[in-house]
């Protein structure tokens, strides 16, 4: 990799961390005015449709062909359906700090994925980055459950919507992809609002106020998240799945200081030592230099 180029990497990482981490404090700011599923569901709609008019209106790409569609709708389901599905409701009994932490647990689920589905041998430093940064997880999230900011039921689904993420990375970077990323990614954005749209409709858990919260939330959850970082994702993906899921372990240390200065939720010695961790695993994963696709 050129200088240039792993530059362009990282700061694309950085930037994927930011904005990402960030959807959790904005989501808790729209779910004090919107139905949780309704909210969200809206979310990916707007998104896939705004994408989709982009790369397909303004920027003339094909549409998707016969073969494509079915690695479309798997994607979708598991990348924005079941993921961000199971996490809505998990975020009404989470602190949004732990479920940013809880975003740390991808790579190493990433990591056991690609090793067991891809047959990419994982070196042994890699492994201990994926356990040093777990660890951090661990370490961080401790002082947030002892004070009731998290439910076990919560901390369960937490850990099923990872779970289903992990599996939605591994799978794209498994599909030799011939469409651009804008395209791949509105599409399953479009789909997974679709298949959320039933249970939003016939479950919902409470009324919608459209007041300015409401908008302001929704308008940054539709273009800094689902539009940019996702592009920024699948564009780390593509490169490298393992790597690129080093960049979730900065999501934690950028959601906590969110939560703290907007939600004012706790911000603790454990708090530190915890992103302290995250970040050595992040350094270590990245600095290492072997290829994942290899085992060199």
């Known amino acids: 990799m050129t200088v240039s180029s792993r530059t362009l990497s990282i700061l694309s990482g950085i930037a994927f961390a930011i904005l990402w981490s960030s959807a959790s404090t904005a989501g808790k700011f729209g779910l004090q005015s919107a139905d949780p599923l309704w909210f969200f569901t809206l979310r990916f709609l707007i998104a896939g449709v705004l994408l989709l008019f982009f790369v397909h209106g303004v920027q003339r790409s094909r549409l998707p062909q016969r073969q494509e569609w079915v690695p479309l709708l798997v994607f979708g389901c598991f990348n924005t359906a079941l993921y961000l599905g199971i996490f809505i409701i998990a975020l009404q009994y989470v602190a949004a700090g732990i479920t940013t932490l809880s975003i740390a647990l991808n790579p190493l689920l990433i990591g056991l994925l690609s090793a067991f589905w891809l047959k990419r041998p994982i070196a042994g430093r890699a492994w201990l980055s994926l356990l040093i940064g777990l660890a951090g997880v661990g370490v961080a999230t401790y002082p947030l459950v002892a004070t009731s900011h998290a439910t076990p039921g919560g901390l369960a689904l937490i850990g099923l919507s990872m779970l289903t993420y992990s599996i939605g990375s591994v799978y794209y970077s498994s599909v030799p992809w011939q469409l651009p990323r804008l395209a791949i990614n509105g599409w399953q954005v479009l789909f997974g609002g679709v298949m959320l749209l039933p249970f939003a409709l016939a479950w919902p858990l409470r009324t919608t106020e459209y007041d300015l919260r409401f908008w302001g939330s929704l308008l940054w959850l539709v273009v800094p998240v689902s539009m940019v970082a996702v592009h920024l994702w699948l564009q780390l993906l593509k490169s490298d799945a393992v790597k690129a899921a080093m960049w979730l372990y900065l999501c934690p240390v950028f959601g906590i200081l969110f939560s703290w200065w ?27 230099t072997y290829s994942t696709r290899t085992g060199k």
């Open 262 to 288: 907007f939600l004012d939720e706790p911000f603790t010695f454990f708090t530190v030592v915890g992103g302290g961790l995250v970040i050595l695993a992040l350094y270590l994963g990245q600095s290492q």
